[in-house]
């Protein structure tokens, strides 16, 4: 297994994995900032995953071009990468056990570089202690369709992890062009934890009659002065992710508030997904 050490004038260089929508978004930042990254596909948690020579990684199943433009960013190999990587930066919405592969994969090769891991789901402690990236793990709470717009991010280092890495971890964000707001190690962060569980209640009301989505939405902006409506806002984000982010939420608490309406399960069999998808709870024209 080739180690790899960071020079001291080392710039930032990405590893970047995780959910196609989070990654292709976070990759047109990274590459408006002139931050050179590689795209790493996520691998299957049935994989057999060991750093050793032994190990196989399914080349023929990876289709580079569900990144789009980026799609001369994707290795298969993270130990066949030409350069050392500063950050990995992994933008899943699984759970732990589903991103356990690639996290392994991706640090043991590269065992001096800061971990950023989206913690909508989960902890940071959680996922550091499962991939074994406790010291320098750091959750991130960025979504799709928000992270290209907003201004803000909100980070949370797990509670074993050391100070370097969580430095690293805010110059990376700096340099992206945000601020970085240091929360707890909760899953969701602060944001998203309030905003899909407004999306959850207004999803009640809409699905018991109360209003319209529409008025609904109307009531959330001229009533509180909402940027936007929650029914909206979750088209925006995704419905799917809404769900997983209120699934885990349920799962970590265990109380009802975060049960999923049963309106936005149903919708995402429907394949009503949100606004990509050209439907969710308002239709949208193809662009």
Same mark, same amino acid.
């Given at each position: 297994m080739a180690i790899y050490n960071l020079s001291t004038d080392a710039r930032f260089h990405v590893l970047l994995t995780g959910d196609d929508d989070f990654v292709v978004e976070f990759a047109g930042i990274l590459l408006a900032k002139g931050i050179p990254f590689d795209i790493l596909p996520p691998l299957d948690d049935e994989d057999d995953v060991r750093v050793d020579d032994e190990l196989s990684i399914p080349i023929d199943d990876i289709d580079p071009t569900v990144y789009g433009q980026f799609a001369d960013h994707v290795i298969a190999d993270p130990r066949e990468a030409e350069t050392t990587y500063s950050h990995i930066v992994d933008l899943s919405v699984e759970t732990p056990e589903v991103r356990r592969n690639t996290l392994v994969l991706a640090a043991s090769v590269h065992p001096r570089a800061t971990v950023l891991a989206s913690t909508l789901t989960s902890t940071a402690t959680e996922l550091g202690m499962m991939t074994g990236v406790e010291q320098r793990i750091v959750g991130l709470g960025l979504v799709p369709g928000i992270m290209s717009s907003t201004t803000l991010a909100e980070y949370a280092p797990g509670l074993n992890t050391r100070p370097e890495h969580i430095e690293r971890s805010v110059e990376l964000l700096h340099d992206l062009g945000f601020e970085a707001d240091r929360v707890e190690d909760r899953v969701a962060l602060v944001q998203m934890r309030v905003l899909v569980t407004l999306i959850n209640e207004a999803a009640f009301a809409l699905m018991e009659?109360?209003?319209?989505? $529409?008025?609904?939405?109307n009531a959330m902006k001229l009533g509180v002065n909402y940027p936007k409506g929650l029914l909206a806002w979750a088209d925006e984000i995704g419905?799917?992710?809404?769900?997983?982010?209120?699934?885990?939420?349920?799962? $970590?608490?265990?109380? $009802?508030?975060?049960?999923p309406c049963v309106l936005l399960k149903q919708y995402m069999r429907a394949g009503w997904n949100g606004k990509s998808a050209g439907r969710g709870f308002y239709t949208y024209s193809p662009s």
């Open positions: 009659g109360v209003a319209s989505a $529409e008025d609904i939405d419905i799917p992710i809404v769900t997983l982010i209120l699934d885990g939420l349920h799962r $970590e608490y265990g109380q $009802e508030r975060y049960r």
